[in-house]
C-alpha cells in the first residue's frame, strides 16, 4: 500500500451515487423546458420526478393536465437517476403508446370476438410485467389494464422481457381501476379476481363469457376495494407445501385456463 509523506494512507474517496446507466439514461427527458415541451407534445409519459423543496407549477399544471403522476422527491434522488443537469425534474418515457380501455373494449365487439382482459394491480416488477405481457399474447388476451399510479413503468426491460409482445398487445392506463371494472361490468364483462382467499377453482370459471382477469401486486395480492367489486373470485389449486406463486406464473396459469376453455 501506497503511504503520504506524513505516514498515513491515502485518503479514499467514496461516490454517493449510483454509476450512470446510459441504456437508461435514453429512457429520460431531464429539464424544466425539455420536459414541458415533451408534455405540450404528447409524447408518453410515465411519471414525472421534482425537487420537493421547489414548485415547478407550469410542469405541475401540465402533467395534471395530461393526468401523468408526479412525484415530489429529495434532491439525492434526482442526483441517482443522473448526474446531467436536470434542474430538479426527469420525466420518464414509457416505451409504448397507451390506449384508451373504452376504444379497445368498442373496437372487440365490433369485430365479433369475446372480450379477454387482464387487469393488473399493482404490479410493479418491470420484469414480472413484461413476462405478464409475453403469455397474455400468446394466449389472445385483446388488452392489459393497469393503474395510472403503482404500476411498472413499462420501459426498455419491460420491452425485453415481453420479447416484443408489447408491440402488439394494447395497454390502457386507468386513472381508477374501481371506475374500470365498473366499466367492463356495465359493458357486460364479468370481472374475475384471482385470489388464494377464493372458495371456487380456476377450472370452475366459465371463462368463455366477456371476461376480465385481475391479478394483484407481489406484495399483497388485490385489493379489498376491488374484490368487492368483482362478480368472482377465483384460486389456483396447489398440493405442495409452498402456498403461493409468483404473479406472473399464477398470470399463466389462469389465463392458459381461459383460452383452453375458448378452443
Same mark, same amino acid.
Do not use: W
Given at each position: ?9 491515502? $485518503?479514499?474517496?467514496? %461516490? ?9 439514461e435514453?429512457e *429520460? +427527458? ?31 399544471? *401540465? ?9 415530489? /422527491? ?9 448526474? $446531467?443537469? %436536470? ?7 414509457s ?6 380501455? !373504452? ?7 365490433? $369485430?365479433?370476438?369475446? #372480450?379477454?382482459?387482464? *387487469? ?5 416488477? +418491470? ?11 400468446? @394466449?389472445g +388476451? !385483446?388488452?392489459? +389494464?393497469?393503474? @395510472? ?34 366499466y *367492463? ?5 364479468? /370481472?374475475? &379476481?384471482?385470489?388464494?382467499k ?11 363469457? #366477456?371476461t ?9 395480492? &388485490? ?9 368472482m ?15 406472473? &406464473?399464477?398470470?399463466? @396459469? /389462469? ?7 375458448r378452443?
Amino acid at each position: 500500500m501506497a503511504f503520504q509523506k506524513d505516514g498515513y494512507p491515502p $485518503k479514499r474517496t467514496f %461516490h454517493t451515487t449510483k454509476p450512470v446507466d446510459k441504456a437508461r439514461e435514453k429512457e *429520460l +427527458v431531464f429539464g424544466i423546458q425539455s420536459v414541458a415541451e415533451a408534455i405540450r407534445a404528447g409524447q408518453e409519459i410515465d411519471k414525472i420526478m421534482i425537487y420537493r423543496e421547489q414548485n415547478f407549477n407550469e410542469i405541475q399544471q *401540465l402533467a395534471a393536465e395530461r393526468e401523468i403522476p408526479v412525484q415530489r /422527491v429529495p434532491m439525492e434522488k434526482l442526483n441517482q437517476i443522473t448526474r $446531467k443537469n %436536470h434542474q430538479g425534474v426527469i420525466a420518464f418515457m414509457s416505451a409504448i403508446r397507451y390506449v384508451s380501455l !373504452h376504444n379497445i373494449l368498442a373496437t372487440i365487439f365490433e $369485430k365479433g370476438e369475446v #372480450p379477454l382482459l387482464l *387487469l393488473l394491480d399493482r404490479i410493479t416488477d +418491470v420484469r414480472n410485467f413484461g413476462a405478464i405481457a409475453r403469455t397474455a399474447e400468446c @394466449m389472445g +388476451v !385483446h388488452a392489459i +389494464v393497469v393503474p @395510472m399510479r403503482g404500476a411498472a413503468q413499462i420501459n426498455s426491460d419491460a420491452l425485453k422481457t415481453s420479447s416484443g409482445a408489447l408491440n402488439y398487445l394494447p395497454v390502457c392506463r386507468e386513472n381508477n381501476l374501481i371506475d374500470a371494472v365498473q366499466y *367492463l361490468q356495465d359493458s357486460g364483462v364479468q /370481472v374475475v &379476481v384471482c385470489t388464494e382467499k377464493a372458495s371456487q377453482i380456476v377450472s370452475n370459471i366459465d371463462f368463455a363469457s #366477456p371476461t376480465a382477469i385481475v391479478m394483484g401486486s407481489e406484495e399483497d395480492g &388485490v385489493s379489498p376495494d376491488l374484490i368487492r367489486r368483482a362478480n368472482m373470485t377465483i384460486k389456483i389449486p396447489m398440493i405442495g407445501k409452498v402456498s403461493s406463486l409468483n404473479v406472473s &406464473v399464477a398470470a399463466g @396459469m /389462469v389465463i392458459y385456463e381461459a383460452a383452453r376453455q375458448r378452443g
